[in-house]
Structures are given as structure tokens and as C-alpha cells.
């Protein structure tokens, strides 16, 4: 490779481009810009989480990784750093909440002693290597979230991170339009831009039109109010601890993280809660309903989180009563839409009045619409374009976008994770395909659950197995005893009997048929597997698993 | 139960509740309005479909279903019929084009003689048994839908079925609001009335609004133009047709039942194809690219679809080529937005124009939005409101809305499938709750897939199953074999051979330490059992399902 080029590499699977991690690479040096995860599809059966394949950087000897820079505290860019941490340990940069919500992950970790942390503030410059990487501000669901304008001998590249351009953000704290101008103004090489929303016509709303509506919420609800959310929406916790002192309610959070957030961004200063707005879970029964706000978390439906035990009955100190009002204040990831519906109908079951998007404004995106993206490409005017942060069908819309406002096309690349992207004398080239897979995390497991084991999970979800153990007189041939059958998730055994009968009749005529001749049971195993698999077929239309086991003695 | 009451029931799990099946009886005698099937959400593993549970109405001796009366033509209306028809061998009516695709399902299912299926025109009105039933026109995304007012002796109850008060139907003919408002002069006891789209503000766009966007799409496409659709969206069909002959492209269809309706559609007259605008599949690669439309299935994403298939390139006689353009023109059933994206990330991959809502208006809602909603509860004046077609967030909504224009609270029933609703002396009373599950159809068993096997399902999909047998000595004690483990779904057992190696250790140690005394193998099973998933789950933090078989001789 030579040494000239700038190199800048998306990572992750088929899922979102360059969303959880991206390389650059020049001069035989490299930073990382995000180590996310991202949540298993439900055909990802048994998965915990899912993170980038970044065997790439490991496997080159001539490489050396400098640094890890995040652009925000989400887990989608922080979520993998403990597994990036464990091949390199070098330098984390991130803005102090962000580096507060990377701590809890990395003690958890037990891997904080280790970890060289370093904070930096926006409109930081960071010296690494080859890089100068300009830190600046800008908004999205999250406080104190950067993009990065990295300069490299090849020119000047702009990473936008999550964002959209909220005028009247949470925080008050508006994106940071003059350096992106500056950038322009300077010449940029390269823009990367966050796509999640390219699908989306117009402006994305700011976040302050939630204070209306949770303003709204208040001033209807006449019981407890539950507002749940990601633990991570520091800016959401703020806009309800706002309504509540508005409205004489105390607040009292539930969910490990929703506690351990509250406190650190409390401690960092990104919360402002006085003192006594807060109060401990088990003092919440004894205040009158009007006096109390609960914030949970579980607005994807996760069974085991605080809403879905509430919604089910299933909560130790809680319990959801006809009067409440629940506040559904967070987007539905993709995948989720049917456990979230169930935890909607359940409340209502139980009598709580849910508001949720679209039928109040209790949520708005974090993300950029049409018209901002286009506000993006035209302050930093880059001679390349790379959409990231979306999948094949957003990038190709923020292409299209980029090419109405006069990106020639073939200054523009759409690519899949895993594809280099190159920049040498100021020319932008498509280089090769290096492993751009997903790594299931499985447990204790990372990448040993591989497509053998995702394949043998998908049929025993869909028609569980037959086991059939047969025990044989090695030298006469005869089963011992009456053959075996253990199976789960195929039919209901109790009602199955004569189904179950029919198959050992089948056995029994299998053995007595065809003689061992001395060489094993093998062929008697494969007989028996395939005769019992055709008989179920056709008895059921299903398709177990079927194993045979014989032993001789 | 007293003979003067009428008593009406939705049947169907804990899904859209009478959205596959409603039940009115009145002095012992039943009538039954639709009987569909619902697709099954991602976590009913292995399951094909599911249908309501109507056991309620087999147990009962003392009542006589009379008639099934469908609404319209879609699956979840009509696709349980097969099932219901074995139980109760009476009249099924119908509209002629709903009853030419429901003729479609009976000949499959060979049962096509022996139903007696009433063809009738919107407007009849059927006299069956104590059930007087007006059949009223009404607009949604399928031609030939019908209402029902239905006069019994206890009062007047309206069925609006599935709608949208469209004034442009595709087909030109537009909702009888004359019947609905004669309805409402006469005096309506209840109305039951479709609540899918109660969340959603405004007015659903006209299908002919679909007309401009195919302009667009056609007007711009230089390659093959494929449209993806659902087989029985007829409408749609026609105008795919009508843009294909104004822009001079000829007509192919792919998809069993996709050729299959049109070829019934165009019989029964409500598809107006000129004969030379259809050609068959085998002719489209003799024409050149810009003179051609496929028709086709997999709108949902599902792997065996002709659109899928095109996706990943596994089609027999197509492929997809940079320069077609695909227009998905269907809505997406909750649940399946994972396989619809991924499918259109691979039509992109493969050098598609992907056009899909709300890139492109390809696709409106069948379903009526608010301000409709409340049309309809205008022209009718119900006394008493039943929300129905819908999920208990949606019917919420609905009532909301039923409650601002003046209905009273407690003159509405937000009830769940399985609660009997009772008029008697004008007067509405929630009473008893019936059995109102889900009932399993997972190849040839219905029913017989209950929580047990789904549970069962679950863990193995989740983390497989370790399965352990050993050959033991009767009288000694002994293991006359080495433990044999066989597992899937659990690990990759080819990197795995230590942890097996460790779990054979062990069962040996155990074996060696708890002698059989004489009383079977059952407690030395449960001691490996326990003993191994101890050490699994320790080792890699999953729990796989584990089986003990201990053989002795």
C-alpha cells in the first residue's frame, strides 16, 4: 500500500455502513472513529449483540492503530470498545459524558484501570500521528456529541457523527455551523454524513417540542405518570425533571442503568436536578399518585426491562393501576415494532393511558431529514461525498440528494461495510474488499456462533428434533430393549403417542430387516434417520432434526 | 342464555380484535361475518399461521351456525374458512370477486364441491334465519368489498368490514354513503366499525393517487419496471396495466398466485386487460428492456417469494440488472420490516432503482384515518359503538375519537377477542368471556402447537441442546463407553472439543463417584443433567437445553 494514500474504511456487516466503526489509514497509521454494536435481527437467534468484523486491523503486521475517537455516548458507537480495547489497547478520546457512559461500560468490564481515557472538549484540536482531528459540536438525542474534521497530508476530511441540526436543542447548546462553514471555507476532500434519516422529507423537529407535549401530558394525567425511555437520553431525563417541578411531581427512577446515568450525568453537570425532585423508588407508594413521575426504561418491549414487567404484572415494588399515564418517549428500532405494540396493549389492559408517537409528540429523531442533510453538504461543500450511517437504501437516497445539489455522481461513494475507500493526489478511488462481517456476541462468545450453528438454530426453532436411542447385541443384531425416542419442539408428546408408536414400530422393522454385518452401526443409524425423517414429513409437514443413536454392547 | 338477547362476539387471540372473525347470535341461532387468518409474529416459532380459536362455538349444542358472510377477498378475511368449513358445513356468501379467490383456496383444499357458496351483489340483503342482512358498498384496496347492516329482532347492528372512504377508487365506484346515512336515519342499534388506521391524523390518500406516482416511475424508467405487489390487490394490478399500455410495455406475471388471480380477475371481468398487453414470463427476455412490466410477489420480504428470489439471485428466469426499476407497492405487515429492507438493500446491491413509500407514493393505506373515522360514526349514529380491527392501542384511539364527537363512554365497548357483547331491551352489557386464543397451524396440526412445544422451541433456538448418552454396566456400575455428546445449535462443536473433553471428564467422575445402587438411572441422570449445565452455563454463559440418556445393560 502506499504510502501517499489516505485510506478510509467502514466496518460492521450488512447492517448500517460505517454506523458502528470506520477506519482511516494513512501512512501505516490508522484511528478508529467509533467502536459501536448493533442489536441482533430477529433471525439471529440466541444472539446477544452483534459487532464489527475488524480482523483487518489485527491481522496487518505493518499497521499500527493510534487511537479510538467517539463521536457519542450511544452503545451503537461504544458498545464494542471492550472487544476493539482487547486487541489494542491504545487511547480512548471521547467528551466528558460520553466518556462518563464509557466508564460504566468499561468497570463493568473490569477494564477502566487499563484504559487510557481521554477527555477532550468540543472544538478540541487532537494531535495523533498524521491526524489533526478538529473536535466540533453538534446535536442529536444525546448531549455533548462531536463530528471530527481530520486533517491528513491527503486533505481534510469531515466526519459528521449522529447528528441533526437543532436550533433549540435540550442543552441549548446549537450545533457548531461556523467551523463546518470554516471547513468549507478551508476545502474539504472528503464529507461522511450521517443517512439514517435520508428517507425523511423535510426538517427533523427539535427537540424542545417534546416540553410541549410532556407539558400537555402533565397537565392532563391525574395519577402517577411513567415516562420511559433510553437510560442514555440524558436530554429526555432533563425536559421530565423540567415538567415535574413545573407540575409538583417528584421523580423516582427505575433500572440499573436509568439510576447509574441519572447520577453520573448528575454529577458531570449534564443533568440539573435539585436536590429534592429526586427520590428513592420505594418512597414512591407513599406519595399521592399526582405528586409522582417514575422514569424507567424498556421502550423496545425487552421482556425483561422495568416496562415490560410493569405491563405484565411482574414488577417487585411497582404495579400499573387504572389513572396512570405512560409516556412512550423514545423511537422503536427496527425489529421491535410487535414486542413494543404488546407492551402498548398491555398497559392499556390494565388500565394506564399510553401516549406514544404519533399519537403525542412525546419523541422526536435524533437524525437529520432531506433538508438538513442538504444544509450539511452545502456549509461543508466536500469535492467527495461518502453517505455512512444508513443501509444500502438511505445511502442511495443521500447520494441522490447530494447529486441535486451538484455532487457529480462519480465523486460519490456508496459502499458496503468493508470496502476501502481511497484518496491519493487528491483523487477518490474505490479499493478492495476486505472482511466486512458481523461477529455475534453469544455469551461468553464472541464469533464462535458462526452460520453451522445459526443454521441448526433456525430448525430447531421452526420443528425442534427427534432423538432415537437404540441399544443393540453387537453380535447378534438384536435390540436389547424397546427403542428410545426423546423430542422436544417437534409435536406435543402427550397427543403424539400413537405418532411416537408408529416410529419405533418402524425401528423395530428397520433392525430386524437389515443385519449389523460387523461394521458398525452406521448404516443402520442412517437407515433408521432417513426412514423416521420421510414418515414425520408425511405424517405432519414438519421437518425435525433426527438423530439416531445405536450402541452396541 | 335468554333467547331474546343479541350477542356479539370477536374471536382470535390477543391480536386485532373480530378481525378475522365476529360472531351474532340471537335465539340460539349464529352467524358468522369473516373467518381469516392472521400471519404469525417472529417469536411463534415454526408456526405456518394462525386462526381463531372458535371452539366456543363447536362446544355449544344448543346453537346452530346458519352462515359464514365474508367482507372481502384478503387472507386474513377469508384464509380460516377451510378450517371453520370443517366444523360447520353451511352457506358461505359472498361477493362475486371475493368468492372467486376464496374458490381459489376451497379447490386447493379439495373442498370446493361440497361448499355451498352464495354469490350476491353489494346492496342485496340476505335473509338468514332471525338475521336480516343489507349488504352496503364500501372502498378499500381490494375491489368488490362489502358492509353489513344486519336487523335482528333486538335491533339494527352495522359492519363497516375493512375501509376507506375513497371518492376516486381505482375501479371507480365509490362508497355507498346513501345506505350508510339511510342506516343512521332508520336508527343503529351498534356499529362495529374497522379501527387499523385510528392512530393516524387526517384522511387516507385515494388509490388514484398511486396513478401519478406510476406516471412518474414509468415516464423516468429506461430498463424492465418490476412491481411488486399483493396478489390480491386487484386494483393495484389494473393500474400497473393501464400506465404499462400508455407507456407501450407489455404485461408479464410471475408467482403462483399472482397469475392466478389475474387469470380469475380478468374471467370474472374485474381486471380490463386488452389480450395483446399480457405476455407470459418465458417471452420477457425476448423484448427489449424499456417494453417490459413483471409483475410480482414478496412485497413482505419472505424467502420464497419471487421478489426475494430476484433479490438474491435465485430465480430461474430472471435476474435483476442495473437499470431496472423496482416499485414495491404494498404495505409492510408489522414484523416483517427487517426482511423487506433486506430486501431492497440487495435489488439496490444488485443495481436496482428501488422505489418504495415514502420515497415514492406507491402505495396508500386501505384502511380509513381519523377524519373518516369520524365521518363514519356520523353518517351512521350509533348508539352503541364497538371499535373493532384493531389492537386494543388502536381501539383506544378509535373510542377516543367516538367519545369527541358525542358518543358516551359507556355506550362504547373496547373489549377483546373473546368477550361477548349482549343488547337486550335496546340496552349493551359486556358479558362472559369465552375462549378467544390463538389457535397454531404449523403444517398439517392445528392446534396441536401449544405453549409447551413453543417453549421447548425457544430454548433450542436460543442455545441448542447438548445430548449425552452412556452405556453403562447394569451390575457393575461401570461405563462400558466412552459418554458419547452430541449437540446443536450450542457451539461450534469443531472449536469446542475441549469443553466437551472437559464435560466427559466430568460425567466419568461422577459416574465413578455416585454407584447406581439398584434403582434405575434416573438419579445419576439428573446428577450429570444439573452437573452439565452447571458447567455450560459457567463456561459460556448459555443454557442449553440438556439430556441425559443412560442405557444400561
Known amino acids: 500500500m502506499s504510502s501517499k494514500k489516505l485510506t478510509v474504511l467502514p466496518l460492521g456487516g450488512a447492517g448500517e455502513v460505517g454506523k458502528n466503526m470506520t477506519v482511516l489509514e494513512y501512512d501505516h497509521k490508522a484511528i478508529i472513529v467509533d467502536a459501536g454494536l448493533m442489536f441482533p435481527e430477529s433471525d439471529m437467534l440466541g444472539i446477544d449483540y452483534i459487532i464489527p468484523d475488524f480482523s483487518y486491523l489485527t491481522d496487518r503486521d505493518d499497521l499500527e492503530v493510534l487511537a479510538i475517537l467517539i463521536t457519542h455516548g450511544h452503545e451503537d458507537h461504544t458498545g464494542a470498545l471492550i472487544h476493539v480495547l482487547e486487541s489494542f489497547q491504545v487511547p480512548v478520546y471521547?467528551?466528558?459524558?460520553?466518556?462518563?457512559?464509557?466508564?460504566?461500560?468499561?468497570?463493568?468490564?473490569?477494564?477502566?484501570?487499563?484504559?487510557?481515557?481521554?477527555?477532550f472538549k468540543a472544538g478540541d484540536t487532537l494531535e495523533i500521528g498524521p491526524f489533526s482531528v478538529e473536535s466540533f459540536h453538534i446535536t442529536h438525542s444525546i448531549p455533548d456529541c462531536v463530528g471530527f474534521g481530520i486533517t491528513t497530508p491527503a486533505g481534510l476530511v469531515v466526519h459528521t457523527g449522529d447528528f441533526k441540526f437543532d436550533h433549540t436543542p435540550a442543552d441549548g447548546w446549537p450545533p457548531d455551523f461556523a467551523k463546518l462553514a470554516?471547513?468549507?471555507?478551508?476545502?474539504?476532500?472528503?464529507?461522511?454524513?450521517?443517512?439514517?434519516?435520508?428517507?425523511?422529507?423535510?426538517?427533523?423537529?427539535?427537540?424542545?417540542?417534546?416540553?410541549?407535549?410532556?407539558?400537555?401530558?402533565?397537565?392532563?394525567?391525574?395519577?402517577?405518570?411513567?415516562?420511559?425511555?433510553?437510560?442514555?437520553?440524558?436530554?429526555?431525563?432533563?425536559?421530565?425533571?423540567n415538567a415535574a417541578k413545573r407540575y409538583n411531581r417528584k421523580i423516582a427512577a427505575t433500572g440499573y442503568s436509568m439510576v447509574e446515568n441519572i447520577k453520573m450525568?448528575?454529577?458531570?453537570?449534564?443533568l440539573d436536578l435539585p436536590r429534592d425532585l429526586v427520590i428513592p423508588l420505594d418512597e414512591v407508594n407513599r406519595l399521592p399518585p399526582e405528586q409522582v413521575v417514575i422514569m424507567s426504561t424498556g421502550t423496545q418491549g425487552e421482556p425483561s426491562a422495568v416496562l415490560s414487567r410493569l405491563a405484565?404484572?411482574?414488577?417487585?415494588?411497582?404495579?400499573?393501576?387504572?389513572?396512570?399515564?405512560?409516556?412512550?418517549?423514545?423511537?422503536?428500532?427496527?425489529?421491535?415494532?410487535?414486542?413494543?405494540?404488546?407492551?402498548?396493549?398491555?398497559?392499556?389492559?390494565?388500565?394506564?393511558?399510553?401516549?406514544?408517537?404519533?399519537?403525542?409528540?412525546?419523541?422526536?429523531?435524533?437524525h437529520a431529514s432531506r433538508e438538513e442533510l442538504k444544509l450539511m453538504l452545502n456549509l461543508v461543500r466536500p469535492k467527495y461525498f461518502i453517505?455512512?450511517?444508513?443501509?444500502?437504501?438511505?445511502?442511495?437516497?443521500?447520494c441522490k440528494l447530494a447529486e441535486a445539489i451538484g455532487v457529480p455522481r462519480d465523486n460519490i461513494a456508496v459502499v458496503e461495510n468493508g470496502t476501502m475507500i481511497e484518496f491519493e493526489d487528491g483523487r477518490m478511488a474505490i479499493g478492495e474488499r476486505v472482511p466486512g462481517r458481523y461477529v455475534f456476541v453469544d455469551g461468553m462468545g464472541v464469533g464462535d456462533v458462526g452460520r453451522s450453528v445459526m443454521r441448526d438454530r433456525e430448525t430447531l426453532a421452526r420443528d425442534g428434533f427427534v432423538f432415537a436411542v437404540l441399544v443393540m447385541d453387537g453380535e447378534t443384531g438384536k435390540l436389547l430393549d424397546e427403542p428410545e425416542l426423546i423430542s422436544r419442539g417437534f409435536v406435543y408428546v402427550p397427543e403424539a403417542e400413537e405418532l411416537f408408536e408408529d416410529a419405533r414400530e418402524r425401528i423395530r422393522e428397520i433392525v430386524a430387516q437389515f443385519p449389523l454385518n460387523g461394521n458398525g452401526a452406521k448404516k443402520l443409524e442412517d437407515r433408521i434417520e432417513s426412514a423416521l425423517k420421510g414418515m414425520f414429513q408425511q405424517e405432519t409437514k414438519r421437518r425435525p432434526m433426527i438423530f439416531v443413536h445405536v450402541n452396541l454392547v
Open 94 to 119: 471521547a467528551t466528558r459524558l460520553t466518556a462518563g457512559l464509557v466508564e460504566v461500560k468499561l468497570r463493568q468490564a473490569k477494564l477502566l484501570n487499563q484504559t487510557d481515557l481521554h477527555i
Open 182 to 241: 470554516e471547513f468549507g471555507k478551508r476545502g474539504v476532500l472528503a464529507l461522511l454524513s450521517d443517512s439514517t434519516n435520508a428517507e425523511r422529507a423535510g426538517w427533523t423537529p427539535t427537540e424542545t417540542i417534546i416540553d410541549e407535549a410532556l407539558d400537555r401530558v402533565f397537565q392532563n394525567a391525574r395519577g402517577r405518570i411513567i415516562v420511559a425511555t433510553f437510560a442514555s437520553l440524558i436530554n429526555r431525563i432533563q425536559q421530565v425533571a
Open 265 to 270: 450525568a448528575t454529577e458531570l453537570g449534564y
Open 312 to 366: 405484565k404484572g411482574h414488577h417487585r415494588q411497582l404495579d400499573i393501576r387504572p389513572g396512570d399515564t405512560v409516556v412512550m418517549s423514545a423511537h422503536i428500532i427496527p425489529g421491535n415494532e410487535e414486542m413494543v405494540s404488546r407492551t402498548i396493549n398491555k398497559l392499556i389492559q390494565r388500565g394506564a393511558n399510553v401516549l406514544y408517537h404519533p399519537v403525542e409528540m412525546v419523541h422526536v429523531s435524533g
Open 387 to 398: 453517505p455512512i450511517h444508513g443501509e444500502l437504501r438511505q445511502l442511495t437516497q443521500h
